[in-house]
């Protein structure tokens, strides 16, 4: 869909949603400068997104109801900020990551989203699956810091960080589990972050940063939970990738302009891990520390304690001992 269609949709939405009678097409023709059978078409192609739209001989059209997706459509007029260029997506995809990876390698600017509420293929943290089930808000954002390659190994901490200012606006309160996990507070997963990306040397071209929220079902009964959970009702998918999208660009912004120093100490009153004793292995299973959480250091590092002195983490899969 181009720019302009999508505006022009955006414009049929807003004229039909205010209004609870209906709009003639005339009225939209004249709004859109367009012509009846232009606006039509317009119609149709939103019936086609999943809204529902009568058509009345003498009254015009009608909106009966919109879909409950993550569209750019129903995600847009909810944003705050100005940060997200450009919105795609919306329904199923693969896995958003690798559209936005598309993307930015055809030189999309900081700031596109592809949207989805299912992923077929998605992707988690060290090759592992990521569920993604109907439902669900799968997000992906193309950023490209003009900062070195070094400098951004802290931006899936800011990023989890912003998904958590989203999900606090929404009134779910989670804690972090470093790097990149959202757990509520007996430590079932709400949302997972993965950064990707290409840099030459130390210069960074793009990041896509994905972010998985389960929003009506947790995949996973025992070890997952879900938004709606939290409130016993179904939260607008939209209005969950709005809040998200937002906390993001935050936090994002802020990193930009003052670095990791000033989260640091957020990082840790919302750490779940802090003080706990755990074990933290690489990609292929091998131990890098063991001991007890004792901190996230200015860098964004893991602090353990081990029995041979304090060990900064930069990167590594952290589970709980429970002994
Ligand atoms: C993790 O906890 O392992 C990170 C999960 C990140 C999943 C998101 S969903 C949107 C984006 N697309 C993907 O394929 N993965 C990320």
Redesign the pocket.
Known sequence: MTRRSDDRRAIVLSALRGTRAGVSGEVLATELGVSRVAVRKHIEALRELGYEIEARAGEGYRLVCAPDAPLPLEVRPLLATGFFARLEGGRVTG????DARTLALDGAPEGTVVLAAE?T?????LG?E?T?PPGGI???VVLRPAVETPEAIVLPLVVGLGVAHGLDALGVHTKLKWP??LLCTDGRKVA???LEGLSEGWLINWIVA???VNVRSAPDADRSASVDEFFGRRVPLAEVAAAVLDGIAGTYRRWQAAGFAPFAAEYERRSYLAGRPVRVSDAAGRLVAQGDVAGIDALGRLLVATGSGTVPVVAGDVTLRED
């Open positions: 896995s958003t990551n690798d992923q293929t998605g992707r988690g943290r592992r990521w993604s799968y997000a992906s990149n996990d997972g972050v993965l994905g972010v998985g």
